[in-house]
């Protein structure tokens, strides 16, 4: 059975270039994953469309009012059998990790709730069974968010990749969680710079060591938080900015 995400968010049209470009759009031609958007404004709470008011306490901007928020995740939550984690993609969330995605890959269903404006009503978390954020900034909504997670967990389904190798060995997805080795192609020679020998050495041993060696030093050089007594730091823990 295909890996199931909704997608519930006032903007589903933005979603759709990407959905059906380059891996994710061939993983749903095979019917590898199923991505079904649900637009919050048909839960509206009047003819007008309206899912946001002014803040209490007053300030800038709106927040999401709760009703249509529940009503949407309670709706969603009926339209397939089979239970999954709401996601609720915010930047106040756990930063978003390679061993997060691994862990959201073991559902088979993800209901992913994307905000705007200026956030969410703080019941609305109530409905959250995880929070998350890409990074420590802030973006327009979570509909970019929410196609990041689409995107990484795609990578891991069985048969949406070409190479499933190559999974392994990509950064953050080898067993010490670094980053990945530098990748060489034709030409040998561009513009003075050349391939280094050992890769067309054909010596596949001493390639797999010069790899190893490049990986653990671009690691080191380039994302030192990474490495802690030669070991990943591991867990989606660090809370993005507000």
């Known amino acids: 059975m295909a890996q199931r995400f909704d997608v519930i968010t006032l903007f589903p049209e933005a979603l759709a270039s990407i959905l059906e470009s380059s891996i994710l759009g061939r993983a749903r031609r095979e019917g590898r994953i199923e991505v079904v958007p649900t637009n919050l404004r048909d839960f509206a709470i009047n003819k007008r469309g309206s899912v946001d008011d002014k803040p209490f306490g ?30 609720l993609l915010t930047p106040q ?20 709730v994307c905000g705007h404006y200026e956030g969410f009503d ?16 802030v ?10 997670v689409i995107d990484a967990v795609t990578r891991l389904v069985p048969g949406a990749l ?8 990509e950064s ?22 050349a391939v280094p020998e050992v890769l067309v050495s054909g010596d596949h041993a001493a390639i797999a060591k010069w ?6 030093a ?18 989606i823990g660090q809370q993005g900015n507000d």
């Open 139 to 148: 973006l327009t909504g979570g509909e970019l968010p929410g196609l990041v």
């Open 218 to 235: 671009r690691t080191r050089e380039r994302r030192g938080d990474l490495l802690k007594d030669g070991q990943q730091v591991s867990g």
């Open 58 to 87: 007053g300030g800038p901007g709106m927040v999401i009012r709760p009703e249509p928020a529940f009503h949407a995740v309670e709706h969603v939550k009926g339209l397939d059998p089979r239970p999954g984690p709401v996601v």
């Open 122 to 137: 703080e019941r609305i978390r109530t409905l959250a069974d995880l929070e998350l954020s890409i990074g420590d900034y």
């Open 172 to 193: 953050f997805c080898a067993p010490d969680g670094g980053l990945e080795y530098p990748q060489y192609t034709r030409p040998r020679v561009f513009r003075g710079m």
């Open 211 to 216: 790899r190893a060696e490049q990986a653990k």
């Open 93 to 112: 969330g756990r930063r978003l990790t390679q061993e997060g995605v691994r862990a959201l890959a073991h559902h088979e269903r993800l209901i992913l």
């Open 162 to 169: 070409g190479a499933e190798e190559g999974t392994r060995e």
